[in-house]
């Protein structure tokens, strides 16, 4: 499992091309034979459902994916975002963890 901590690459997660951004830096480190990623937005004051649609969804293509430091807000993003695309997925919450799980 690897673990990402969104500060260090944006403090404001707030537009789609952002997203895009992070999902591309974040797609080259990670490991070939990596199955599991989880994401710590601790420190980060803002995330949008844009943010979220371009970079941690895209993820779920290939990987097993949950977040750490979970708020209400960027729970309720997530599930708008479920719900507006009519995605297969799943969310729930596991020890201090909000996974999302495709089905």
Request: hydrophobic content about 40%.
């Amino acid at each position: 499992m690897i673990t990402i901590h969104v500060k260090q690459y944006f403090q404001r997660c707030g537009v789609r091309e952002k997203g895009k951004e992070f999902y591309r830096i974040v797609k080259n480190i990670i490991p070939e034979d990596e199955n599991d990623i989880q994401f710590d937005f601790k420190g980060v004051t803002y995330v949008s459902a844009s943010f979220l649609e371009e970079s941690i969804f895209q993820f779920l293509k290939d990987y097993n994916v949950s977040i750490i430091e979970r708020s209400k807000a960027l729970e309720r993003k997530a599930e708008r975002i479920i719900h507006w695309k009519k995605l297969n997925v799943q969310l729930s919450h596991e020890k201090g963890l909000l996974r999302f799980n495709a089905y």
